[in-house]
């Protein structure tokens, strides 16, 4: 089986909302993301994936800026590593929390459904299982105020 590299990134507006979009193909509601590039880190694909399908520039929540010096740079670092089975091949999965820099959504790549939501909106769309624990898991960061 082959294993990718792939990315997703939570991103919340001013309003502590959350941008989802709808996948046409799995018929559920996700955060932006999507492959890794040959080449690219992993980060850098989440800002891609952001800008590409929803025309949001990022800046990442969980970043140690003061552990680096001139030899090594901390990179941001993402709140969850996983191992997605899809069938015919696996992703490793790099997922990130962010912050909008502007709350205005640009539908790129014509999802039939994008945009901000509140958790508990959030909640009651179609999820899978694990992008709802997620979900949960960024409220109650997020109540302890990140």
């Known amino acids: 089986?082959?294993?990718?590299?792939?990315?997703a990134v939570y991103i919340?507006?001013?309003?502590?909302?959350?941008?989802?979009?709808?996948?046409k193909k799995l018929k559920t509601y996700l955060p932006p993301g999507g492959h890794v590039?040959?080449?690219e880190l992993t980060h850098n694909a989440a800002e891609r994936e952001a800008l590409e399908e929803a025309g949001?520039?990022?800046k990442f929540i969980h970043k140690h800026e003061s552990l680096?010096?001139?030899r090594a740079n901390p990179l941001p670092v993402p709140?969850?590593?996983q191992l997605e089975d899809l069938g015919d091949h696996y992703h490793e999965d790099f997922v990130y929390?962010?912050?909008a820099e502007s709350d205005e959504i640009k539908n790129s790549e014509n999802h039939d459904d994008i945009g901000w939501f509140s958790f508990d909106d959030a909640l009651n769309l179609k999820l899978f299982e694990n992008v709802k624990k997620q979900l949960i898991y960024i409220k109650s960061l997020m109540e302890k105020s990140i």
């Open 1 to 7: 089986m082959k294993f990718h590299r792939a990315v």
């Open 12 to 23: 919340l507006n001013s309003k502590d909302e959350v941008l989802l979009l709808y996948h």
């Open 37 to 39: 590039e040959e080449g």
């Open 79 to 81: 709140f969850l590593v």
């Open 56 to 58: 949001v520039k990022i």
């Open 97 to 99: 929390l962010a912050r």
């Open 68 to 70: 680096g010096d001139d």
